[in-house]
């Protein structure tokens, strides 16, 4: 018989909790998707597992966690901090689907609930859910932010969040 324990150990603990399998295919979408790593790549396997890599080159840092908002900001700010990277935090539910959270390099403040978007043979995009606030391609180059939106009207907005659900998979259940 399985028994949940509450003690936690002294030492060596992990500093972030494992992921689920479902939170680990949609992590390994995210990450070839954008570009930063092939799915050739021998490291991407166990980045996948532990739901964290990292980019030198981009200058950025990807995890994913299927905890709900606001848990798991502690351990991300002290990431970023200490890595000195923009970080993207991709967080999934089931039912919801994938959000994500940005904490840009330097900054306290987190910029949350952003969506998937992508334009035909295009860039990963994330936008954010309601109309307000900066938006972001995420590329092998790393994340830029745009104060301008990547779509001309609702219509591409759209069909555009529609496409990065389609391709790769960050759909929930409808």
Not at 63 to 90: G, I, K
Not at 129 to 141: C, D, I, N, V, Y
Request: glycine share 8%; charged share 20%.
């Amino acid at each position: 018989m399985n028994m949940i324990t509450l003690n936690r150990p002294l030492e060596a603990e992990p500093l972030r909790p494992w992921i689920t399998h479902r939170t680990r295919s949609r992590f390994a979408s995210l990450v070839t998707s954008c570009g930063l790593a092939s799915v050739e790549a021998a490291r991407l396997d166990e980045s996948i597992a532990r739901g964290f890599f990292e980019d030198d080159d981009a200058g950025v840092v990807l995890t994913a966690t299927s905890c709900n908002r606001p848990l798991f900001y502690p351990e991300c700010e002290l990431l970023s901090q200490f890595l000195s990277q923009d970080l993207v935090l991709m967080r999934f539910d089931p039912l919801d689907g994938a959000t994500f959270d940005v904490l840009l390099e330097g900054s306290q403040t987190w910029l949350c609930n952003y969506l998937a978007w992508r334009r035909d043979g295009g860039a990963l995009w994330l936008v954010p859910a309601h109309t307000a606030g900066p938006f972001f391609r995420l590329s092998k180059e790393g994340l830029d932010a745009f104060e301008g939106a990547p779509y001309e009207n609702g219509s591409q907005r759209y069909a555009g969040i529609i496409r990065a659900i389609e391709t790769p998979s960050f759909e929930g259940r409808f």
